[in-house]
């Protein structure tokens, strides 16, 4: 089975400044796709990044961006210029035909 | 925006009761999810489901569990017998393609004592 594994389960940001959360994954295939879900106090899981693992290019989404390495099967997030509302629990995913596995999840603090 | 709703939002339920708890996916997604997340854990896949039938489950879904659209608009998901560590946060999630980002509900918290 495929796994997820984020390897930071907390990580602390000061306003305004850029953070990375790591995720790794395992999987012999080489189609699939790759997101990042945030999930906020209020519980529900909001997509924040999404990846095609056939495109080489880097997602990016305003101040979101991936580090896709696609050979070494890690799909970083960056967050620039870090917000209050950014605070959340991060979620990376993996997804190949009909079933998606969650990492472990990151808490991520910004500090004003 | 249209978004996936879920109803109640709590469940309380006694071990060995049956649960039903009910989604609306946006109206015109295809792929419809279920997901559990235990208090302070990962979100865990649990079954998906297009064209009537589950196309894949994972090893949490057992006979106790089954999933129904039994309407356009609902897609449900039954425990059968609750047990303890069936407790949880269920979230219902679809997607227009298979691929596609996956709107999540809000969740339905399931509180079996």
């Known amino acids: 089975a495929q796994t997820v594994t984020q390897s930071q389960p907390e990580m602390s940001v000061q306003e305004a400044e850029t953070v990375t959360l790591s995720c790794t994954y395992d999987?012999?295939?080489?189609?699939?796709?790759l997101f990042w879900y945030k999930q906020p106090p209020s519980r529900q899981m909001i997509l924040v990044i999404r990846?095609?693992?056939?495109?080489?290019q880097n997602a990016t989404e305003n101040r979101f961006s991936v580090n896709f390495q696609k050979a070494a099967k890690s799909f970083s997030l960056k967050i620039s210029d870090s917000q209050l509302g950014d605070a959340a629990m991060y979620f990376c995913a993996y997804h190949n035909n009909n079933d998606m596995r969650f990492g472990a999840g990151t808490r991520l603090t910004v500090k004003p | 925006e249209p978004e996936v709703t879920q109803t109640p939002s709590h469940q309380v339920t006694q071990m060995g009761q049956e649960v039903i708890l009910r989604c609306v996916p946006i109206?015109?997604?295809?792929?419809f999810y279920w997901y559990r997340q235990i208090l302070g854990q990962k979100v865990e896949f649990l079954v998906s489901f297009y064209n009537n039938e589950i196309s894949e489950k994972s090893e949490i879904f057992d006979d106790q569990f089954s999933v129904e659209r039994p309407d356009g608009s609902n897609f449900t998901l039954k425990i059968r017998s609750t047990k303890l560590e069936d407790s949880a946060m269920y979230f219902c999630a679809s997607s227009a393609r298979v691929f596609n980002e996956q709107y999540f509900g809000p969740g339905t918290r399931l509180t079996v004592t």
């Open positions: 990846q095609e693992a056939y495109k080489q």
């Open positions: 999987t012999s295939e080489s189609d699939y796709y």
């Open positions: 109206s015109n997604h295809l792929y």
